[in-house]
């Protein structure tokens, strides 16, 4: 098939890119930096789905989870999480599976079908039989799936910087857009994210977020902290490296749907994902559905404007007090 070997071609391409740029960038050969992670004093736990979930909580009333990505920890939320828990929502943002304090899978299983088994464990775990359920980057995939498997626990989804996996379907140019999906797949990705501080993390946030916004000292510092801790490296990329094990992808997920509110939020200068993908994605929603760009943010709305987000989600899902 044609696109078969476009794909091919796409990989060979990507892939000769990814080996020069790790080359020109230099790797550390020296042994990776650990240390042992203290989780801190507002840190909870809960069990769910064979994890042990570390989470951060503010406010009462209906549940709303929040779940992050890559590079990212549950403090990339926190204005976010003030916002909805100041509008009258219990609001949870957890460590991932594979994120530290969260634990790792003992069984290696990081893929799609497990992330969104997570999220709906997690409502169930914390008390509740429904939650609204925020997402972004892979925390926005493994919403995707929670309400596509589940949609009787969710009473809305709110994804950000990532459309539904029918932009993608059949389209292999996705890699050029991100070839991090490749070169995460060499035998030296856990050696390019650690080398030199961590120096690759930086260059992320540079490269995704729009070009005016400077990541906080605090939030890079607190993502090192976490991906220091014994393991977490190889649980982040875990993620990546899930995706191409037999099961690690729906072959139908393009063609699933979404039957319940939605609300999909872009930055308008993204540089990791073509805005124009999110139109492409719309059909996959049967319910009422809402997209808001915003102009000015990148790869991550939630810390370049987070205010702005959570104005939009206030709008979308209503106050409650």
Do not use: C
Not at 52 to 72: M, S
Not at 94 to 123: C, E
Not at 292 to 317: N, S
């Amino acid at each position: 098939m044609r696109w078969v070997r476009r794909f091919i071609f796409l990989l060979i391409v990507v892939g000769g890119v990814a080996v020069g740029a790790t080359l020109w960038m230099g790797l550390e050969f020296g042994a990776q930096p650990t240390q042992m992670l203290t989780p801190a004093s507002d840190v909870k736990f809960v069990d769910a789905n064979g994890i042990h979930f570390g989470y951060v909580e503010e406010g009462t009333g209906p549940l709303v989870l929040l779940l992050h990505g890559y590079p990212e920890t549950a403090r990339s939320w926190a204005t976010v999480q003030y916002r909805l828990a100041a509008a009258g929502y219990r609001v949870v943002a957890p460590y991932m599976r594979g994120y530290p304090p969260s634990s790792f899978a003992a069984d290696g299983n990081y893929s799609v079908a497990a992330l969104g088994q997570d999220v709906v464990a997690l409502i169930d775990a914390l008390g509740e039989k429904q939650a609204i359920v925020v997402g972004h980057d892979w925390g926005a995939t493994a919403v995707y799936s929670a309400a596509t498997e589940h949609p009787e626990k969710i009473v809305a989804l709110v994804t950000l910087a990532i459309p539904h996996a029918r932009a993608f379907a059949g389209d292999p140019t996705l890699f050029l857009d991100a070839p991090h999906f490749i070169y995460y797949q060499a035998p030296w990705a856990e050696r390019l994210v650690w080398s030199h501080n961590f120096a690759h993390i930086e260059s992320i946030y540079r490269q995704w977020a729009a070009p005016t916004y400077v990541v906080p000292a605090d939030v890079i510092a607190d993502i090192k902290t976490t991906l220091r801790a014994p393991g977490a490296v190889e649980g982040a990329l875990s993620y990546y490296w899930a995706l191409f094990k037999p099961g690690g992808l729906d072959p139908k997920a393009g063609e699933r749907t979404i039957n319940v509110p939605a609300l999909v939020i872009a930055g308008g200068a993204d540089g990791a994902v073509n805005a124009a993908r999110f139109a492409k994605a719309r059909p996959a929603f049967t319910a009422r559905y809402e997209y808001v760009e915003i102009p000015g943010a990148g790869h991550f709305p939630q810390l370049e404007a987070g205010d702005k987000v959570a104005d939009a989600i206030v709008a979308f899902l209503g106050p409650q007090k």
